[in-house]
């Protein structure tokens, strides 16, 4: 059976700025497909709107059932968030080649398979959208120690760029969403201020939910989320 609701896939939704993002989008209608590592410890499991399925950006076969569980469920593909990433603190002097593996196969390499197989049926659904959730450090580099994370924000910042290059025939747009700190278990390690002062995960879960929904006629590229005015580039 084929949803009548907007579908949309969350990547990394069980905590932080996808769990934002997924409650968001299943308050506004939306059924949501939930990729996490921890399926049974999710508390979208008994949500009537939601799909709660095995992901792990470093498992590719997780990725391609993902897709199609969803599909099998929920009959259509609207919406797909790259949201799961992870951060290694390490400047380009300190970094191995099993961090470099790292960042790249979680922040860019899975962003970019999963693109790949959702793709069919974005562009199925006449107005299919990706929006990936990058990072201020995608854009420019302010310390040492974020210098690998800024590598594979960079990379990923030009995936989404060059998604956009892929629809524009089909009608899929892709739009990179380029925070600064956001109060969650990341952001908060990092950034010494206090959380109310970051950048709250509901904020960018707005931005996200609006993101998907702008017609072809209004789409956005990019979009920088500062928490501060000092914090701009
Ligand atoms: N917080 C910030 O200040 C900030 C700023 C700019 C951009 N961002 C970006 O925003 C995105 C979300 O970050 P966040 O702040 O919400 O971070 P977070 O609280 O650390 O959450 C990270 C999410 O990614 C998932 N994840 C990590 N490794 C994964 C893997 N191998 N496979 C599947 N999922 C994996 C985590 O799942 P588990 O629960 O299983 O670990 C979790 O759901 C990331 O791409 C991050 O780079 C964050």
Not at 99 to 113: C, E, T, Y
Not at 124 to 136: F, P, Q
Not at 195 to 216: G, K
């Amino acid at each position: 059976m084929i949803s009548e609701k907007r579908v949309a896939m969350v990547s990394g939704a069980s905590r932080g700025i996808g769990a934002a993002i997924a409650e968001t989008l299943l308050s506004a209608g939306w059924n949501v497909s939930l990729g996490v590592r921890a399926p049974a410890s999710s508390r979208f499991l008994d949500h009537p709107d939601a799909l709660v399925c095995p992901f792990d950006a470093l498992d590719p076969e997780s990725e391609t059932a993902w897709v199609q569980a969803t599909i099998a469920r929920f009959g259509r593909l609207d919406g797909l968030v790259h949201n799961a990433g992870i951060m290694i603190p390490k400047s380009v002097l300190d970094a191995g080649d099993d961090d470099f593996d790292m960042i790249f196969n979680v922040n860019v390499k899975s962003p970019m398979r999963l693109s790949q197989h959702a793709w069919h049926y974005l562009a199925d659904a006449k107005g299919g959208r990706i929006v990936t959730v990058a990072s201020l450090s995608g854009k420019r580099v302010k310390s040492a120690s974020s210098g690998l994370y800024a590598m594979s924000k960079f990379a990923v910042v030009a995936l989404g760029h060059a998604l956009r290059q892929c629809g524009k025939e089909s009608g899929v747009r892709s739009t990179i969403i380029c925070p600064s700190f956001v109060a969650t278990d990341m952001g908060n390690a990092l950034a010494g201020r206090d959380s109310n002062e970051l950048t709250q995960p509901e904020d960018i879960a707005r931005i996200v939910h609006m993101v998907l929904e702008l017609p072809v006629t209004a789409s956005i590229s990019e979009i920088p989320v500062h928490f501060s005015v000092e914090d701009c580039y």
